[in-house]
């Protein structure tokens, strides 16, 4: 039997943190972006700001100590990618407690459960790292993020009004928050 995927045979899906990413990497990863972004999902861009912009954008995430770029690969190639995002070292009040952000699987890679399994990677690394709170925020437009957080536990604690401004109309936003680990004196679930 050749290695040729078929129909029948089941997408290979892996999630994982990357520290480095070559040319093909960052192409795909680029692509995917682009993708996203014209979709709607989100991202902080309306509209993609070119591949010079996407590449730079993503070289400098890799060098920033508190962040952690995770992808998610469908068969190899890079369709989508999240951030785990560590307060600054000032700010000790809020150490417990981290960031998920930039979640997306572009729409040509959706179907598959990719985005949770990016999720759970991001919650998993977190949990390792010592954190116990994991934050995220998102337009109210994407009601398919929200879905996916709810159904993982994600609780919402509040709303911003005026969160984004897309083409002219504001939209709402979320705040949702996660517990990692019991708090001391709690038994884990």
């Known amino acids: 039997m050749s290695g040729t995927p078929t129909?029948?045979?089941?997408?290979?899906?892996?999630?994982?943190?990357?520290?480095?990413?070559?040319d093909d990497d960052l192409h795909a990863l680029c692509e995917a972006t682009d993708a996203a972004i014209i979709d709607g999902g989100g991202f902080g861009w309306i509209n993609p700001p070119g591949r010079r912009a996407l590449e730079t954008y993503y070289r400098g995430v890799l060098l920033v100590p508190e962040r952690e770029l995770f992808v998610a690969r469908l068969n190899g190639d890079i369709v989508?990618?999240?951030h785990l995002v560590r307060p600054p070292r000032n700010n000790e009040a809020q150490a417990f407690a981290a960031q998920?952000?930039?979640?997306?699987?572009?729409?040509?890679?959706?179907?598959?459960?990719?985005?949770?399994?990016?999720?759970?990677?991001?919650e998993e690394r977190a949990r390792d790292i010592g954190y116990h709170i994991l934050n995220l925020d998102v337009r109210e437009t994407q009601g398919a993020a929200i879905r996916l957080y709810e159904s993982m536990g994600y609780t919402r604690w509040g709303e911003h009004p005026d969160y984004a401004l897309v083409r002219g109309t504001v939209i709402r936003g979320y705040f949702y928050h996660k517990r990692l680990r019991p708090r001391k004196g709690q038994a884990s679930a």
């Open 7 to 22: 129909e029948t045979d089941e997408p290979q899906i892996l999630v994982e943190r990357i520290t480095t990413l070559d």
């Open 80 to 82: 989508g990618s999240a």
């Open 100 to 122: 998920l952000m930039h979640a997306f699987i572009a729409p040509f890679a959706r179907g598959h459960g990719m985005a949770r399994l990016l999720v759970e990677g991001v």
